[in-house]
């Protein structure tokens, strides 16, 4: 008897294991799948012209250089779309988050129209492509003189991340124990008081989670802000990145390699200085509760 379960014991190690190597065999080859593009960009942006041209590319540059960004900054004006792509993804992901925190406090506490409506919403705002809300959006916005600013732009992301944050937050809202609500109100608090000074401190992991993402989500737009802007000095990084391809189509490969790796920095560095935060606050609101 001890011998048939020592067995089937044995046996069940076995295959857990095996199960745990593929797993992470498959997370491996993932990982390298995501990670092709953006080593070759960086070996791309170092490469010389010369090395660029070669019939047999290699992954680390040979002879590597610096010209490609000099190039990249004397050809157009990357500093200045930097500022106006900053400035609207972070004030999208700010105002984003302000307006979806109470709207997902109330979305996941008050079960009934209101939350299937806004869940309705989240789920239609997400079916829609661009392509279809361009035309009615850009009357829209020039019946507001907002055409070619960068305050509608913003307002553009702004409601296209908010249905997305809105279901992000609803969540964490969720997750928060009512019995904390509960003795709020029992100290006199009123609904304001309970969200600000109790549930919003427990949402600060998922409120920076979400404006992470309405940030990278501005940061990296391009359809919008290709049709919505057209003064070059209104111009975010990802319409300017475009400036590098020539009239026929041909990509001027060296500085384009070296801009669209300085324009995907901010993102990875805002993720590796914000995942610390989110863990923190993730263990507070653990040991708050």
């Known amino acids: 008897m001890n011998r048939g379960v020592s067995a089937r014991e044995s046996t069940a190690l076995r295959t857990g294991r095996a199960a745990r190597t593929g797993q992470y065999l498959a997370l491996l080859a993932y990982l390298v799948f ?70 997902a406090y109330v979305m996941a506490r008050h079960r009934g129209r209101l939350a299937t409506a806004a869940t309705g919403w989240v789920v239609v705002s997400q079916a829609f492509p661009f392509v279809l809300v361009i035309i009615p959006l850009f009357l829209i916005l020039k019946n507001l003189h907002l055409i070619n600013t960068l305050w509608g732009l913003i307002l553009v992301y702004v409601v296209w991340s908010l249905p997305f944050a809105l279901w992000m937050l609803a969540g964490y809202v969720r997750a928060v124990p009512t019995e904390l609500e509960e003795a709020a109100a029992v100290d006199g608090a009123g609904r304001v008081r309970t969200l600000v000074s109790v549930v919003a401190p427990l949402l600060a992991p998922g409120i920076v989670a ?80």
């Open 34 to 103: 995501l990670a092709f593009p953006f080593v070759w960009l960086i070996s791309t942006a170092f490469k010389p012209a010369r090395e660029l041209g070669s019939l047999h590319p290699t992954w680390i540059p040979e002879n590597p250089t610096l010209d490609n960004f000099r190039q990249a900054f004397d050809e157009q004006p990357l500093l200045q779309a930097a500022g106006n792509s900053l400035v609207a993804a972070v004030s999208a992901a700010l105002i984003a988050v302000v307006i979806a925190t109470p709207m």
């Open 210 to 289: 979400t404006a992470l993402f309405a940030f990278i989500t501005a940061w990296n737009e391009f359809f919008f802000a290709l049709v919505l802007l057209k003064t070059p000095e209104k111009q975010t990084l990802p319409v300017v990145l475009t400036h590098f391809l020539g009239a026929e189509g041909v990509a001027d490969l060296g500085p384009l390699a070296a801009a669209a790796f300085l324009a995907t920095l901010p993102s990875l560095v805002l993720f590796a200085f914000i995942q610390r935060r989110i863990t923190g606050g993730m263990t507070a609101g653990a040991v708050k509760h």
